[in-house]
């Protein structure tokens, strides 16, 4: 199967803050152990809506450097097909012309203490895709896959609505792994968002004696019953922790995963789960947060873990999707051109209209 490869394609393009334009640019060459890829689709994260706004944990400020170094193309829950492939590359990566296949986030340097322990998913230098120029990401026409990422196939006959959500539903299978979940266990997950609604699914693979989604929204509530979730209950409406205290004799819940991303959501975490229980922190926060900390320590003796993107997660991600051992229907809401990169960010940062916006270059 061969394809001409144009000289140049459509991409956007981060220069700064809110100046992510459309742009014709070179279509990459691949290199010695590269890979170029025709993409297919590509998510819209909230880190990407971050980035867009400018936040310093991006940009840099007062308080920490920056991370991003623009110019760079944004995306990085993406799958594609393989357009064409560097000297070499065929026979290391089993890889032909065609096929259908995603990489993860995170391309690991190889050569930090992290990579060189086994825990490359914490890897120093942390090139993500989408967030710096020599790795850069999938809200384009192609993008170009580095000798040193983790690349995965993705079955031809998985559907893009469901195949596209590779990347969250690894970030959750990681969370959930944190989680230590036992029978018996009654599990909160907090924040219905998409990787949220992949954890209900997931911690219900685990045989706990029941799951309960929180959210703000009636919408993602409603699909996080139909993931699975024994209780979905609204904060706003619901007297939430007095909820989970009934369902648990009085002591609270045994296992809380904060994925909501909202200062509140810890403190109703830290209030709802019993003593010896097991806290596991996901989301990126847009400012600090303050709790009584008091809680981990002299209060309850909580575990407390923290879960960042995804640690060998992607196979078992593939899997679940691939043989439906978690529904993720519905989840993806809206699928836009690259000309509407603007009103997917929108959508994204409201949140009200959409669940998961995906690009379709
Ligand atoms: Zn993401
Ligand atoms: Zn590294």
Redesign the pocket.
């Known amino acids: 199967m061969t394809t001409t490869i144009p000289a140049t394609m459509r991409a956007i393009v981060a220069r700064a803050p809110h100046d992510w334009k459309l742009e014709r640019v070179p279509v990459p060459e691949p290199g010695p152990g590269e890979v170029l890829v025709k993409v297919e689709a590509c998510?819209v994260?909230?880190?990407?809506v971050k980035a867009y706004k400018g936040a310093e944990s991006y940009w840099g400020g007062p308080s920490m450097p920056a991370w991003v170094k623009p110019p760079f193309i944004p995306g990085?829950?993406f799958i594609g097909h393989v357009a064409a492939l560097g000297a070499d590359t065929a026979e290391r990566l089993g890889l032909a012309v065609g096929d259908r296949v995603t990489a993860e986030?995170l391309v690991p340097c190889g050569a930090c203490r992290y990579c060189v322990r086994g825990q490359s998913w914490m890897c120093q230098v942390h090139n993500i895709f989408g967030f710096q120029g020599i790795v850069n990401g999938a809200w384009a026409e192609y993008m170009s896959f580095p000798k040193e990422a983790r690349i995965h196939k993705i079955p031809a006959d998985l559907s893009m609505e469901i195949a596209v959500l590779t990347?969250?539903v690894s970030?959750g299978v990681h969370a959930v792994e944190r989680a230590k979940i036992e029978f018996g266990d009654v599990v909160v997950i907090s924040g219905a968002g998409p990787i949220g609604l992949a954890m209900v699914g997931l911690a219900q693979l685990r045989g706990p004696k029941a799951v309960v989604s929180l959210d703000l929204n009636e919408g993602r509530l409603e699909l996080a019953r139909s993931f699975g979730a024994d209780y979905a209950l609204n904060p706003k409406t619901t007297d939430v922790i007095s909820a989970v205290r009934d369902m648990t004799d009085g002591y609270g819940c045994d296992v809380y995963i904060e994925a909501a991303g909202h200062p509140a959501s810890i403190t109703q975490g830290l209030t709802m789960i019993r003593k010896l229980g097991r806290f596991v922190e996901f989301s990126v926060f847009g400012e600090p947060a303050s709790v009584d900390w008091s809680f981990i320590g002299e209060k309850k003796e909580l575990d407390l873990y923290g879960s960042h993107i995804s640690a060998f997660t992607y196979p078992v991600a593939i899997d679940f999707l691939n043989r439906h051992r978690i529904k993720m229907d519905g989840v993806v809401t809206q699928v836009l051109p690259l000309e509407d990169m603007e009103e997917a960010i929108h959508l994204v940062a409201d949140g009200t209209k959409s669940i998961k916006v995906v690009l379709k270059p």
């Open positions: 998510g994260c909230s880190s990407d990085h829950e986030q990347e969250p970030c």
